[in-house]
Structure formats: C-alpha cells, structure tokens
C-alpha cells in the first residue's frame, strides 16, 4: 500500500500536469473563444504583475466573497495567464486536498519542496501558489503565514468563502491583502453571456453623478449629459435580458443557462452549502437548528416586516440563537443588513426597531419565489427583488468607503434606505411599476438629505418642489 507521501507525491505530479488543461473550462467558452474578465481581475493581475517586476510589498492575495460569485473562475484566469513565465506555479483546490486526498495544506507543501528538490528559502526563481477554496484546511491561515514568512520568491493567491473573514488574526491582517468579489453587475452580466463591452468610464460618471452631486438638480442634469451613451450602450439589449439578470443572472454560474429548473436548483444548492460548509463548521449549532435554516431563510424571502421574535415563535429557536443565526448568514453574505436609521448608532434603539434583512443577490430571493412560491403580490415580490438588486449594487459601489452608513427609515411610510458618506445624505426609494414622491417627501422632512433617489422603471425626472430625482433602473443598472 503506498505511504501518505508517495499519494501526495502522486497528486502533485497529476495537479502539475493537469491544471493547465483544468484551467481552460474555466477560461475558455463553449466555442473556445476567452471568456472576459471581471472587473476585480484586473485589481488582482495587478498584485501579481507587480510582484514579478520585483516589488514584493503584496504578494498575498485573497479573494473573498459569496459562494457562487466567481472566486475560482478569477483564480482559473490568473494562473492561465502565467503559463510559460518562467517561475514555479502550483495549482491547488483545497477541497480536495482535504476531503478526498486528506493531507493538510502544509504537508502538501513540504512534499512539493521534495518534488522541486529545493526549500521555499532557496528557491532558485519565482513560485506562484494558487489556492483555491482555503477554508477547508482548518490551519490555512497559520500555514499561508508561515510561507509568506519563509520567502519573499513566494505569491500566494487564495480564494475562500466569504465565511472565511470570520476568522482572520491580526498577524495575516498585516500580511494578506482581502479583495473582495462581489454578484455580477449588469454590465458584467452581458459581458459574460453576449460579449457585450461597457462603455469606457460611463459607470463612474453614472456613480459621481447619483452619489457625489450637491443637489437634485445637479444629478438629473448630469445624467442628462450620458443619455446619448446609456441609449447607444442598451441598443440590441431586451427587456428580457434585465428580467434573467434580476431572477439569477447576477450569480455568473447561472449566466449562460436557459433552464429556469436547473438554475433554481443550483442556486438552493449553494445556499445549501454554504449551510451544511460554512455555518456548520462554526460549531455553534445543534443540528436540529442547522436544519431550521433553510425554512428561516425562506421566512425571510416572504416576510414584509421583519423582527427576531416572529422567527424566535415560528422555529422554536431562542431569540439570542436566532440573532447567532443571522449574524453568520449576514458574515457569509447571503444575507445584507439595513439598520434601522439611528439604531445602528445606539444599542438600545437597535434592539427595539427592527432591521430589513435583504438576499445578496436577488436571485436567492426569486428561487424561493419560483421554487416554493410567495403569499405577497407580483409587484410587491417583484419589489422586494429589486431591493435586493439595490442594496447589492450600493454594498459594491461602497465597498471601502470608510465613511459609508446604509440605513431605513422604520417609521411608517418611510423611505427605503437613507445613505450617508461623510456629510452627505441621500434618502433612497426603491420599486417596480410607478412611484410617487410620497415615502421621500416623508423621509426628508425628518432627515434633511442632500437629495432624494427614487429607483424605479419610470423615467428620468427632477422635483424641484421635493428636491428629488426618479432614475430609470436602466440607468442604475450601468452604475
């Protein structure tokens, strides 16, 4: 029977010579054309370019995010591009390193330092570790510091579950550079499935306009200057495009897929596995709760008003489990959480007014909705997806900024969201078919904002009166 090192040996040799060809089903489509990138690659490559000009300051990447949402196709496109350089480069998928090899990271590692017949400390050129799915080997973290620590001619590149910064010490917060891959935009969705390009820098034109003007006025006017580049980008694009990238096109597995069924399907098994993996692996629940989970999230796809207790009755489960449950589906983001405004300031205000808990991509929502079914109505289900789509959005446009606070107005008839960035205030309003100026007008006569947003399917629009502008989702879409 072979030792433990002769497998390792063995499966190194097989991932060495296969992981180009593994690599292509991810970098190549159907037809063998490239598949494009995301718009993180480039922020990735970066790293890796820099580190073989010789600046060696970031040469630990990790790329976090929701399961489903890509890491590995990012990880499968970076190694491709490194192939004939002139370095040492191992390809590793830490699930099956520990589920079906069952040898840890780090005597993979050793065994590979037998294989090239030199130690990290002596290596005689550039070695690049792409690791992909790292929260499987429970000592990751000690292990990819110890090899940062040993060589400066190491890259590491590692993807992991969004669950994964749950865990991070201070020691591989100094060391390791977090990245974050967030759902498809829209504008990444049709770069996937039509090769459909964006128009160079109208995303962030559309973004300094919705977020960064002084007044109403002045963001209808900017976006007023773009219509003629938001008309010629959307030509050949169908209302039918917008309704697959709402129901589950913002997951890129889903992307080419025609099949409602199977697209459902996979997508309740990730959120399955993010049950069943991640949550599991925290210890902190018993199984019973493990398996009330599914059903909670469900609740949460068809709940209006939400609150703790409600969950607490309906499952059986304590209300301070409860609150365990939606602290980790918030951690690995399957979840969003919107304080109520003023509460996520104060303790006490937190507990009394509710939060809104959203899916972090609306596909989530719509899979309960055409799986199971809703007791809510078309416009209303419909409205509750496009919160989603929204709070997405915002997380990703906001994403390391500081200063940012994303909240609600809880009292009745509020607005949906009230964004703060430094001494700015804009109040949000979300919603399919038409929307009054009415939840705005309430909002801001508490709050005083710079301005309000109604995102909806209407036109653009400029109150003066209400210092408010309607944006078209189609414009909001391309931000």
């Not at 100094?174 to 995303?203: D, H, N, W």
């Not at 939400?306 to 209300?319: L, Q």
């Not at 996520?344 to 507990?351: D, E, F, G, T």
């Amino acid at each position: 029977m072979a030792s433990n090192k002769e497998k390792i040996v063995s499966f190194l040799n097989e991932q060495i010579a296969q992981a180009d060809f593994r690599a292509q089903a991810y970098v190549l489509d159907e037809e063998n054309k490239r598949r494009p990138q995301r718009s993180v690659f480039v922020k990735v490559q970066s790293y890796l370019d820099n580190f073989l000009q010789g600046n060696v300051a970031n040469r630990w990447v990790t790329l976090t995010g929701l399961r489903g949402a890509g890491k590995t196709t990012v990880l499968s496109q970076l190694f491709s591009d490194t192939k004939g350089k002139d370095v040492y480069r191992l390809f590793l998928s830490l699930d099956q390193t520990s589920q079906i090899l069952g040898a840890p990271l780090h005597e993979i590692i050793s065994t590979y330092e037998d294989l090239i017949g030199m130690s990290l400390e002596s290596l005689d050129k550039p070695l690049l570790l792409f690791l992909d799915e790292v929260q499987y080997d429970s000592k990751w973290a000690v292990v990819l510091k110890t090899i940062f620590d040993r060589s400066n001619k190491v890259f590491i590149f590692a993807t992991g579950s969004a669950a994964l910064l749950m865990n991070i010490n201070t020691d591989v917060a100094r060391r390791a550079v977090f990245e974050k891959l967030f759902p498809l935009s829209f504008t990444e969705y049709l770069k996937i499935k039509m090769q459909k390009y964006e128009v160079k820098g109208l995303g962030k034109e559309i973004r300094e306009a919705l977020f960064s003007s002084n007044t109403g006025k002045e963001v209808y006017e900017k976006l007023q200057g773009l219509e003629k580049k938001i008309n010629e980008y959307y030509l050949g694009i169908t209302r039918h495009e917008f309704d697959k990238y709402l129901n589950y096109g913002s997951l890129p597995f889903m992307v080419a897929s025609n099949n409602e069924a199977i697209v459902y399907d996979q997508i309740n098994k990730t959120l399955d596995r993010v049950v069943s993996g991640d949550i599991v692996s925290t210890g902190k629940f018993s199984s019973d709760i493990i398996s009330k989970i599914p059903g909670i999230l469900y609740a949460v796809a068809d709940m209006d008003a939400f609150n703790f207790k409600t969950i607490s009755d309906n499952f059986g489960i304590s209300r301070p489990k409860v609150m365990e449950i939606f602290e980790l589906l918030e951690n690995t983001e399957v979840l969003h959480r919107v304080y109520a405004h003023g509460s996520h300031l104060n303790q006490v205000a937190s507990a009394r007014k509710p939060s809104k808990f959203l899916f972090s991509s609306p596909a989530f929502r719509a899979m309960y909705y055409k799986m199971i079914g809703n007791i809510i109505s078309p416009e209303n289900a419909k409205g509750k997806l496009l919160e989603d789509l929204v709070v997405m959005y915002l997380h990703r446009i906001l994403n390391k900024n500081p200063g940012k606070s994303l909240t609600y107005d809880a009292a009745q008839g509020g607005a949906d969201f009230i964004l703060g960035m430094g001494n700015q205030r804009i109040v949000i309003e979300v919603g399919a078919g038409k929307k009054d100026y009415r939840q705005v007008i309430a909002t801001a006569k508490r709050f005083k904002p710079n301005y309000s947003l109604i995102i909806s399917e209407e036109n653009l629009e400029y109150s003066s009166e209400f210092e408010a502008v309607k944006i078209p989702l189609r414009i909001f879409l391309l931000a």
